[in-house]
Nanobody, 123 residues
Framework: QVQLVESGGGLVQAGDSLRLSCAAS????????MGWFRRAPGKERVFVAN???????YYADSVKGRFTISTDNAKNTMYLQMNSLKPDDTAVYYC?????????????????WGQGTQVTVSS
């Protein structure tokens, strides 16, 4: 059982930056993938970014060039550096983990989820 705990959300103004963290605990797998998803009020959960154990990354077009996903394997933590935030980035952000090793954009292909952290960007 992998447990994920997000942190780092908050209320910021447009143009500001935030860094989200996702601390993972539980069994370690030699190949894995992790991702960030978000759910805005009244909308479906959507893909933001993912990363696999090799360090390959992929981003949604809406965040490309502004967000950076990374991992610190020594700390078992994944990060999402969010720069140039916009009001449209307002959402609950969730981290996800799959031991399949396939970094998917589809939320149902992840095995474990965190509880979410709120990000609110004011204009």
């Amino acid at each position: 059982q992998v447990q994920l705990v997000e942190s780092g959300g908050g209320l910021v103004q447009a143009g500001d930056s935030l860094r989200l963290s996702c601390a993972a605990s539980g069994p370690a797998f030699s190949s894995y993938a992790m991702g960030w998803f978000r759910r805005a009020p009244g909308k479906e959960r959507v893909f933001v970014a993912n990363i696999n154990w090799r360090g390959d990354t992929y981003y949604a077009d809406s965040v490309k060039g502004r967000f950076t996903i990374s991992t610190d394997n020594a700390k078992n933590t994944m990060y999402l550096q969010m720069n140039s935030l916009k009001p449209d980035d307002t959402a609950v952000y969730y981290c996800a983990y799959t031991f399949s090793g396939r970094a998917s954009v589809l939320f149902w292909q992840y095995d474990y989820w965190g509880q979410g952290t709120q990000v609110t960007v004011s204009s």
